[in-house]
């Protein structure tokens, strides 16, 4: 799977996001703070940066949880 743009623009994130959420519904959430984790590990902030609005667009996406 690609890596997010570096210097990604809030539309290249969204449609990332949407993209990322169809492909994987539920399991995206998991995956995208797995790669902020990974790029932060790495000392890669910008990537990081990038995985952490694309994971914060996710939980947009999905909306609230119910109980």
Same mark, same amino acid.
């Given at each position: ?14 449609? =990332?996001?949407?993209?990322? =959420? ?46």
């Amino acid at each position: 799977m690609a890596t997010a743009k570096t210097t990604a623009q809030s539309t290249d994130i969204r449609e =990332y996001a949407h993209s990322l =959420y169809a492909a994987h519904g539920e399991k995206s959430l998991a995956e995208a703070a797995q790669r902020a984790r990974e790029f932060e590990k790495n000392g890669n902030q910008e990537e990081a940066r990038n995985w952490r609005r694309i994971e914060q667009t996710l939980q947009e996406i999905r909306g609230p949880r119910q109980s």
